[in-house]
């Protein structure tokens, strides 16, 4: 099971090439990279401040979609407000990986407004994750520091 550490490393890479201004130019992997970077703080954000008598770990989409179905109606979780958000990012990034929205089979590339959509979903689920750490641990999430550690992307030769 990857561990808060584990899943802030990968959280740096993401914040590292969401930051690159090339990045800008593939709206379909910018789109990608906010889903996983959010799914990490996910991860991270569940290993931290669930119970150890509770699962820390999802492993699958479809536990983390029955783990959030259950969070969005229970206010004293960290997923509160987070589940919605996470989840129609998750159908853009399911657009943007297969060139269609999920269960339709026509091609639909992404429109700008789409690309905006899962920048404020993103920054939504960020702020509300490092809001988590800060009220329930009171500290900076792991990540925030991560990011500035993270190894470098590799160069194109």
């Given amino acids: 099971m990857p561990t808060s550490a584990e899943h802030s490393i990968r959280i740096g890479q993401g914040l590292r090439f969401l930051a690159e201004p090339k990045a800008q130019e593939y709206p379909n992997e910018l789109v990608i990279a906010y889903f996983y970077t959010s799914l990490h703080m996910f991860e991270a954000t569940l290993y931290d401040l669930q119970p150890t008598n509770r699962p820390r770990h999802l492993y699958t989409h479809g536990d983390r979609d029955k783990f959030l179905s259950r969070a969005r109606f229970d206010s004293s979780s960290p997923f509160f407000g987070v589940a919605r958000s996470f989840e129609t990012l998750r159908g853009i990034s399911e657009q943007a990986r297969y060139l269609s929205p999920a269960g339709s089979e026509t091609y639909e590339p992404l429109r ?7 920048k404020a979903l993103y920054d939504e689920i960020k702020n509300r994750l490092e809001g988590q750490y800060q009220e329930r641990l009171k500290k ?3 990540w925030v520091t991560a990011a500035v550690s993270a190894p470098a992307l590799p160069q194109q030769g």
């Fill in 112 to 118: 700008t407004a789409d690309v905006l959509s899962a």
């Fill in 140 to 142: 900076p999430a792991p």
